[in-house]
């Protein structure tokens, strides 16, 4: 199994970027996925899951900013965020619901 992650950078506050998550070495298209963030020196939190059929749920703190999408045939997790603030600032992982696999992260910056 294999899980990478790509698309972090340094933006400013309102400003958007897109992550991404390859997947590989399990039936993707039968899993839950999840974006998780992390903190410093905290556990990671759950920001959104979608399932194999496309539905979809979210933290209650992404107030409509950010879109997860999966692409079965591709193999990809897509995380659209939008209206950045500082207090997005953290590492995203993409996670299997219900599995230990996660990738090593991608660092998202929002300077003020």
């Known amino acids: 199994v294999q899980l990478v992650e790509s698309g972090g950078g340094l933006v400013q506050t309102g400003g958007s970027l897109r992550l991404s998550c390859a997947a590989s070495g399990f039936a993707f298209n039968r899993y839950t996925m999840n974006w998780l963030r992390q903190f410093p020196r905290k556990e990671r939190e759950l920001v959104a899951s979608?399932?194999?059929?496309?539905?979809?749920n979210y933290a209650d703190f992404v107030e409509g900013r950010f879109t997860i999408s999966r692409d079965n045939a591709e193999r990809t997790l897509d995380l659209q965020m939008n209206n950045l603030t500082p207090e997005d600032t953290a590492n995203y992982y993409c996670?299997?619901?219900?599995?230990?696999?996660w990738g090593q992260g991608t660092q998202v910056t929002v300077s003020s």
């Open positions: 979608i399932r194999p059929n496309g539905v979809t």
């Open positions: 996670n299997i619901e219900g599995t230990g696999h």
